[in-house]
């Protein structure tokens, strides 16, 4: 169990291979829903580490391990989130600020109601590996809605958001420190 969403299943793939120098240990790495173990939509690549020995523990991590994280998450709903509108309230975020950007959201809210977001992943997260970083495509959407005297909630508008980022990794004074740069 990884958390209350997620579990792994890390067993062994095949006997190790025991060479005088080390030990070869393939384990399976692949990533589900807590509870619900289901075949997930990718396939699995066989892939090798490089050849050194000046460590004494060499990890590798494959595309599909985080390929079936990304799928555990989302079936989980881990990519679902309200913002309420105690946090909106805090960065002043109300329908008056909407409505002077999107003159529709004007015309409904002559008086200023908070907000409250609903943030909602549409597609399972696409993660990629490459050479020195990794990229993330997340697709998803932002409705925000007005939040009412009398408690209940109007949807305003909602925004469809496509992003694609890469992420690399590097190793500083001992620290494991990454860069996020926003693609597109």
Partial sequence: Q???????DYSLSS?????QPFIDLD???????????????YMAASFTIPNQSDSMLYLGFSEYFFQTSSFAYYTAGAFNMIIAEETCSYFNINTEI???IIPE?????VT????????????????????????????????????????????????????????????????LVGSLCLNR
């Fill in 27 to 41: 384990l399976k790495g692949v990533v589900f829903p807590a509870g619900n173990y289901t075949d997930c939509p």
């Fill in 98 to 100: 909407f409505g002077s």
């Fill in 112 to 175: 200023p109601y908070p907000v409250m977001l609903k943030l909602m992943s549409t597609e399972i997260p696409i993660i990629s590996l490459q050479q020195d970083s990794f990229t993330l495509e997340i697709q998803g959407s932002v409705e925000v809605l007005a939040v009412l005297p009398d408690s209940t909630t109007q949807s305003l508008f909602t925004l469809n958001i496509a992003a694609n980022t890469s992420i690399s990794l590097n190793i500083f004074d001992k620290k």
């Fill in 2 to 8: 990884i958390d209350d969403l997620a579990e792994v």
């Fill in 105 to 109: 959201v004007a015309k409904y809210s």
């Fill in 15 to 19: 006997s190790p291979a025991v060479f």
